[in-house]
């Protein structure tokens, strides 16, 4: 008899008896290992592995160039803490991910592990550049598990429950969503209200957001609604911060979600597919704000590691690929649906839109 065949039953046990329930694992299954867009489980079986560890995995499962350039920092070093030595990894990745986020703008990047810190580091910097302490994000918006990514995320559950009390100062406020006829004006509206009777806008450090909402239902914010968060943010010196730690990369056809409403935020939080399965996030944003916090006042021991910073820079040569692949699917699909038409498609048309988006390459271009 083969041992093996018993595994996971047996895996998944230990699994019960010694990782807490909150921490869910969507599958039954308990993988050995992977490659591109295929994984093997325990016991042998293969499989096609349609959520890439969560929009991480852009260029599949250990691309070679990857792994390669992971190998050959490892002989180098692999840990030197960025607040104590500088190497060049980190800043190379700075330099590339300014060249590709910042437009005309002087630009700076600051890197950390997880897209929760991300977001963290992201607030800290808007308060700490405005002085000011209120900030905005949007029903049905995901900004991570820690209590400040959970305060700002505007889904109650599981996310929320029991976790109390939240951070204080932060307001949600509806995020367009033409399948509920909630129009880019009607969110407009209700972000007035808001800053007409629960916080004044110079009170305001930041307004938050996902260009398209994951976790909230793959829906896209439409460019008008976009743009007109930049005419408020600059009308009332506000932080624009776009969250794009799950659409950054190429996954919504342009490189960021919010290349399609031609507009350009202060500050841009990445993390994900940044570095190809490594754990790595980042805020990029414009350097007057980003120089905000005073010398110490942002790191973090492993933030911006080595391997994970050649990791990112290997995969950033492979995203041109990726990035032009997607273009075309992105084309095809219709920009943001007619608030009538919205609930006239078939579900499988709307999910169409973010198909890309959803998945990733399977090939090892
Ligand atoms: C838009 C967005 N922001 C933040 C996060 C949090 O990232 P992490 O799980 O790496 O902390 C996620 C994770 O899914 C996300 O999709």
């Known amino acids: 008899m083969n041992s093996r065949v018993d595994e996971t039953p047996h895996l998944l046990r230990q699994r019960d008896q010694f990782v807490p329930r909150g921490l869910i694992t969507a599958h039954p299954l308990v993988i050995d290992r992977a490659q591109g867009a295929e994984l093997w489980d325990v016991e042998g079986k293969r499989y096609l592995d349609f959520v890439g560890g969560i929009g991480v995995l852009n260029i599949g499962h250990n691309h070679p160039k990857v792994v390669a350039a992971v190998q050959a920092q490892l002989q180098k070093v692999s840990h030197a803490c960025f607040q104590v030595v500088a190497y060049q990894p980190y800043l190379d990745l700075a330099q590339r991910l300014c060249e590709l986020i910042g437009g005309e703008h002087a630009c700076k990047a600051a890197f950390f592990t997880s897209g929760a810190e991300a977001v ?172 905000a916090p005073l010398p110490g006042g942002l790191g973090g021991t492993y933030g911006g590691n080595a391997l994970a910073c050649a990791a990112a820079l290997a995969v950033r040569g492979l995203r041109r690929g990726t990035v032009a692949g997607a273009q075309p699917i992105a084309r095809r699909t219709p920009a943001p649906w007619p608030a009538g038409l919205a609930g006239a498609l078939p579900a499988h048309r709307r999910c169409a839109r973010h198909r890309f988006y959803a998945g990733h390459r399977t090939d090892q271009g």
Not at 144 to 149: A, D, W
Not at 153 to 160: A, E, L, N, R, V
Not at 226 to 251: M, N, P
Request: hydrophobic share 45%; proline share 6%; net charge neutral.
């Open 120 to 291: 963290e580091n992201a607030v800290k910097i808007a308060r700490a550049h405005t002085n000011r302490s209120a900030v905005i994000a949007f029903r049905g918006g995901f900004h991570g598990r820690t209590l400040l990514g959970t305060t700002l995320t505007g889904m109650s559950q599981p996310y929320k429950q029991n976790f109390g009390p939240f951070a204080p100062e932060v307001f949600h406020t509806p995020y367009p969503n033409a399948y509920r006829g909630v129009t880019s004006d009607l969110a407009l509206q209700a972000l007035d209200e808001l800053l007409a009777t629960q916080v004044a806008p110079d009170r305001v450090a930041a307004i938050i957001l996902e260009p398209v909402q994951g976790d909230g239902g793959f829906l896209a914010a439409p460019a008008e609604f976009l743009q007109a968060l930049r005419a408020l943010a600059d009308k009332h010196g506000i932080v624009l911060i776009l969250d794009e730690i799950q659409t950054g990369f190429g996954r919504t056809g342009a490189w960021f979600g919010f290349q399609h409403a031609g507009i350009q935020p202060d500050l841009v939080t990445v993390a994900k597919s940044l570095a190809g399965g490594l754990p790595l996030s980042g805020v990029v944003g414009k350097a007057h704000i980003m120089d």
